[in-house]
């Protein structure tokens, strides 16, 4: 996957997507494996922004049971199989559970009568995926168990625990990733760090959108005959400008913390909050909003979520110290045998969701807004070939990324094609046979390392250890650390194969280095050296690069 500012300039296409978040990269590839010609455009890094501030969860839709609103319940479980069928490697089972009181609405008899109508409606949650990656049936535990996995809860009441199975992505920026490497494996033409400033029309069609390129510094044209703004909460800054502009959008704050505990090692533990909360779509009211403790990686939980009214522009967005301490505090209100502290935290997740209305009398009433909307702006504004996307959920990217796709089918400048074909990663001509004999031991651990990382595209990678392996270097220099792992063959390859660009690149959303907490100083110093001698950084330039990963993490030292 290279970075060709050029050949966006020089071919011609069918539709431009504006955003390579989660929603850009699976329409992206949906559109390309439809047979039409795409181009995406991100003004930043691939998933650098809300895709990858969440719970990491891929929700099935079990949630709406309480509106029961079947309709959005499918369209969860299918795009939940999708995904979990797409990168299998990056998207794996997880247990939740959520314990139960009395023997009403949020009693054990009452869950295993939704959940066995929820197994009804997501009969086919399985089909297609691998044994390792099924999800079993929802279930129950009893109070003593329940008591056993969340130590000091509530016991007045307590009548056992629902469970029930849903997904986890290891890592959400890598997953948005692969949508688009597979996007540009089927022909399409992407690019980070090329910001869409401006639609072009000619008699009221689409006919091309203005690009600065960040990198090198200049504009250009990109020539197509529709543009889908999928630029999350940026959405109105492309649409608006006059008469394509949206309706003006409600943003709430969605905030997540990660601690350096491993609270409730074995489920995912939803825990009820101790303010009022009325979901004014929910038939069946539970009075209080759940917050999820999410068990992540080896050493960490990630809570949340935290919601409160926006009022600022987009750019502006950012949390302060005292932000996150009332999230903490209100986590040890919830749950006061965590006693977490500040020092207890390694990272926040913090971006904005739509949302339709809040009461600012009430401390917690932010109504989020719960489906995902196309907005096509030639009925709306009379500029023809112009969508919008408003997604409100991670998990529904390919349902409404297919929807998409069924309206272009339609649109009579483009009409339906013939499906796309896959351009297979012809692998390098090396003897690896040599390679692999004298790593010995030790190409096992990379092996498997590579596989758990990146599934067959693991080869690729061990390529670039082939090509730059000397034998007179041990295998100990193949590594840039081992906890948590990173070869320096994996670098090499981001910034050759992946456009990684800057050194927040790599570490948040390339190998998940930073994704739970600040890698020490020396690493990070390590990686930027060596991005440094790959990419002609100064020594003030590495120093910068460092500087603004540590600026990800400043609010958590006061």
């Known amino acids: 996957m290279k970075r060709d500012i050029q050949k966006l300039q020089d071919l011609q296409f069918d539709l431009a997507v504006v955003g390579g978040g989660i929603h850009g990269a699976a329409l992206a590839l949906a559109a390309v494996r439809a047979g039409y010609r795409v181009a995406l455009l991100e003004k930043g890094d691939f998933g650098n922004a809300t895709s990858a501030n969440s719970l990491k969860i891929i929700h099935g839709g079990i949630r709406y049971l309480q509106h029961g609103d079947v309709r959005r319940m499918r369209e969860s479980i299918v795009s939940r199989r999708r995904m979990m069928a797409f990168a299998p490697h990056l998207v794996k ?34 089909q297609g995926l691998a044994a390792a990656n099924r999800l079993p049936r929802g279930t129950s535990l009893g109070p003593d168990e329940v008591r056993v996995v969340v130590p000091g809860i509530t016991r007045q009441g307590l009548t056992g625990g629902a469970v029930w199975y849903d997904a986890i992505a290891l890592s959400t920026e890598r997953l948005v990733l692969e949508y688009i490497k597979e996007a540009v494996r089927y022909g399409a033409v992407v690019a980070n760090y090329a910001e869409v400033t401006a639609v072009m029309t000619a008699d009221q069609r689409v006919s091309g959108v203005t690009v600065s390129d960040l990198l090198a510094g200049q504009k250009i044209g990109v020539v197509c005959r529709t543009v889908i703004n999928a630029a999350g909460p940026w959405l109105e800054r492309l649409a608006g400008g006059g008469r394509s502009a949206p309706a003006t959008q409600l943003w709430t704050t969605a905030v997540n913390v990660v601690v350096k505990k491993r609270l409730f090692p074995k489920y995912a533990v939803g825990l009820e909050g101790y303010t009022d909360f009325t979901d004014k779509d929910a038939f069946i009211k539970r009075g209080k909003r759940l917050f999820f403790f999410v068990p992540w990686q080896e050493r960490y939980t990630m809570i949340g979520t935290t919601y409160a009214p926006y009022h600022g522009a987009v750019d502006d967005f950012s949390l302060t110290r005292e932000e996150v301490a009332k999230v903490l505090d209100d986590i040890n209100k919830i749950w006061p045998t965590g006693q977490l502290t500040m020092e207890d935290v390694t990272m926040v997740h913090g971006g904005l969701l739509p949302m339709t209305e809040a009461d600012s009398s009430t401390a917690d009433s932010v109504q989020l807004d719960k489906s995902s909307l196309v907005i096509d702006h030639g009925s709306a504004a009379g500029i023809n070939g112009l969508f919008s996307i408003k997604g409100v959920k991670y998990t529904t990217a390919p349902d409404i990324a297919e929807k998409m796709v069924r309206i272009l089918a339609k649109d009579k400048w483009l009409g339906r094609r013939v499906p796309g074909c896959y351009a297979a990663v012809r692998p390098r001509r090396l003897d690896l046979g040599t390679l692999i004999g004298r790593l010995g031991p030790e190409y096992e651990l990379i092996r498997n390392h590579l596989v758990g990382r990146y599934a067959t595209g693991w080869r690729e990678i061990f390529g670039y250890i082939a090509a730059t392996d000397s034998s007179a270097s041990g295998a100990s220099s193949l590594w840039l650390c081992t906890e948590p792992p990173l070869l320096v063959a994996e670098l090499l390859y981001f910034i050759h194969e992946e456009m990684a660009v800057t050194l927040a690149d790599v570490v948040f959303r390339r190998c998940g280095l930073a994704s739970a907490e600040c890698p020490d100083r020396d690493i990070l110093a390590r990686i930027a050296g060596i991005m440094g001698g790959e990419l002609g950084w100064s020594e003030a330039e590495e120093e910068r690069q460092l500087a603004k990963v540590f600026q990800v993490f400043a609010l958590l030292h006061g």
Not at 104 to 125: H, N, S
């Open 93 to 126: 089972p997880l247990a939740c559970l959520m314990p139960t009181y009395g023997h009403g609405i949020k009693g054990r008899e009452m869950m295993r009568l939704a959940f066995a109508f929820y197994d009804l409606i997501a009969f086919d949650r399985n």
